[in-house]
């Protein structure tokens, strides 16, 4: 009888600690998307927006060095179809100017620019970018006009880490998985629930490289400087073709992009 209480004791026990867990990781996954989707609709609701960043590419050599890029930056958002990002990398020195209508990217370091005609919102040109020229606006998904429907998607597993500090401002710090990356988040407490710093790592590239930006000095609405989206050539920079535009890649024009393992 003893033996019997015992381990019906035992199994209560099990059962406890078992369902205990479970129910926490589903609060957590719960606040976790909570936290989420409020950033999104705060990012979303901002018709204005500035922030200046700090950002990392890591790349893996062949022999399994991993090496890390930085670059510094600004970008000015004015929703729905304008925006101006720039990027300074010590091998690229890059303006992108939106108007609504024409892309333009200026090398400033070789003088040289390149336009593309892309008429829509900004939602539009981040696809066209991604997927007609490979190329990328810093924290892209983060400046949709919905962020939360994007970072969620294909998402397996969600975790509320707790908080942290960056830069200063303490964050709510979450943590995600989907079948090819890791991504992580840090949304700044308060009534201003902005990234400040967002990490993604490739899972399914050897060395799983991670690419990562923290953002600082974030403004909205009347904070935020006018802004003329429009190009104006005021170094006479010479026009070249998109394919031609060198010195404004992620990558130093000495790397050489090998097979992948």
């Known amino acids: 009888m003893r033996s019997a209480v015992g381990a019906m004791s035992a199994l209560a026990l099990a059962l406890t600690l078992t369902l205990g867990t479970t129910i926490a990781a589903k609060a957590d ?6 936290l989420l989707k409020s950033m999104s ?17 890591e790349v893996v050599t062949h022999d399994e060095q991993k090496l890390a890029l930085v670059s510094s930056g600004a970008v000015t958002l004015n929703r729905p179809d304008k925006i101006r990002a720039m990027r300074a990398a010590g091998f690229a020195d890059v303006e992108t100017s939106f108007d609504g209508n024409t892309l333009t ?11 593309i005609d892309v008429p829509g919102t900004i939602d539009h ?10 190329r990328h606006l810093p924290a892209a998904n983060l400046l949709l006009s919905n962020p939360y429907d994007a970072l969620m998607a294909d998402v397996v597993d969600i975790k509320d880490l707790g908080s942290g500090v ?9 943590a995600f998985r989907k079948k090819e990356i890791d991504w992580q988040i840090w949304i700044a407490q308060g009534d201003r629930p902005y990234p400040c710093r967002y990490s993604i790592t490739t ?22 400087a006018a802004t003329d989206f429009s190009f104006k050539n005021k ?20 790397f050489t992009i090998g097979e992948l393992k």
Not at 44 to 49: D, E, G, M, P, S
Not at 166 to 174: A, F, T
Not at 203 to 224: C, F, M, N, R
Request: aromatic share 8%; glycine share 8%.
């Open 235 to 254: 170094t006479d920079a010479k026009k070249v073709e998109l394919k031609n535009l060198e010195g404004t890649g992620d990558l130093p024009a000495h």
């Open 29 to 34: 996954e719960a606040d976790a998307k909570r």
């Open 203 to 224: 899972k399914d590239l050897a060395g799983h490289p991670q690419y990562s930006i923290q953002i600082e000095d974030w403004k909205t609405g009347d904070e935020v």
């Open 105 to 115: 990217l200026l090398g400033k370091n070789l003088n040289i620019y390149a336009q």
């Open 125 to 134: 040109l981040i696809d066209e970018l991604r997927s007609k020229y490979d």
């Open 41 to 57: 609709d705060y990012m979303a609701a901002q018709k204005v927006l500035s922030f200046k960043y700090d950002a990392t590419l």
């Open 166 to 174: 960056i830069g200063g401002v303490e964050c709510d710090y979450l």
